[in-house]
């Protein structure tokens, strides 16, 4: 608990006076018999009010009690009432703990409409936890990194650099996952429908590399839609515009690979060129790829502006 209650006293001092005020008025109205204290009863009570009944255990009540006095005291009050107004209520989803710390979250999930799906440091760490396939799971940090590195993304267009410099700072790990996470968000924007050609060509390339190291190209599955199959149809990447790394335009045609630290392997010997008339940038920069390009896509390489091998 010591996680939220510093970030609960950190809020609580930026507080204007009269919200300070006000939080006091709280406590003191929780606080019926005016002891300057609030017992079980009296949380308990409040806890239900606000709808937190979830949270109005003897147990949870212990947890607060850090001076283990049987009541909470105003600084420990503070921490019950930032986990109600900003309804930092979260539990694992696979031992149902409290989540009252830094925890990890699917990203594919979290991207999605519907709930996110958590897990505590334990449970992501002891656990063979069965989600759904290719999930990732990043931690409150890095998801906040990915975050801002989209932003940066969209901003300047330059993934691959600002991957670079966190990697040359030596995270290398945190930057791939943070660039994967990165094309996860930017991947969801589109339900074009890519032209079948240009599916092909992906999955062909795909198909010809070398036995990936990581699940990068896991996405990168098409599914009809007329597909009967509910596991096919929940995953959330089966629009080949939605996979990631692609950026397609309006008409479904490819305009932007961007596979940068991906640690793919193998050749662009199968990487047809020709097949993405639309392609303005490919970016295919630090991972082990080897071999030359093929002669027929000299010409068209003139057209694509940025070519990062
Ligand atoms: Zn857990
Ligand atoms: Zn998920």
Not at 242 to 266: A, K, M, N, P, Y
């Amino acid at each position: 608990m010591e996680e939220i209650s510093e970030t609960a006293k950190a809020y609580y001092a930026n507080l204007s006076g009269k919200q300070k005020r006000l939080t006091t008025d709280t406590f003191q109205a929780i606080d019926a018999n005016g002891d300057g204290k609030i017992s079980f009863n009296e949380y308990a009570q409040y806890l239900k009010q606000k709808g937190f009944k979830i949270l109005s255990s003897p147990d949870f009540f212990r947890k607060l009690d850090k001076d283990g006095n049987g009541a909470l005291d105003f600084d420990e009050f503070i921490t019950v009432h930032y986990i109600c107004s900003s309804k930092r209520v979260y539990f694992c989803d696979e031992c149902r703990v409290f989540l009252d710390g830094v925890y990890f979250t699917c990203v594919q999930c979290f991207n999605g409409p519907g709930n996110t799906y958590d897990l505590c440091c334990a449970c992501y760490r002891d656990k063979d936890v069965n989600h759904h396939k290719d999930a990732l799971f990043l931690d409150n940090y890095t998801l906040l990194q990915a975050k801002r590195q989209q932003n940066k993304d969209q901003d300047k267009n330059e993934g691959a650099s600002e991957a670079f410099k966190l990697a040359t700072a030596g995270i290398e790990t945190t930057s791939t996952l943070s660039a994967y996470a990165a094309k996860s968000f930017a991947s969801n924007k589109s339900a074009v429908q890519m032209k079948g050609h240009e599916v092909d060509a992906l999955l062909k390339w795909k198909d010809n590399l070398d036995e990936p190291t990581n699940c990068l190209l896991c996405s990168w599955n098409f599914v009809p839609h007329n597909s009967t199959s509910s596991d096919l149809k929940a995953d959330i990447n089966s629009s080949p515009c939605q996979w990631v790394g692609i950026t397609c335009d309006e008409s479904g045609h490819v305009i932007r690979i961007d596979l940068s630290f991906s640690g793919l392997r193998g050749t662009l010997q199968f990487f047809n060129f020709s097949s993405f008339p639309n392609l303005i940038s490919l970016d295919l920069s630090h991972n082990f790829l080897h071999g030359s390009i093929p002669p027929t896509s000299v010409t068209f390489q003139a057209h694509v502006s940025r070519l990062g091998c």
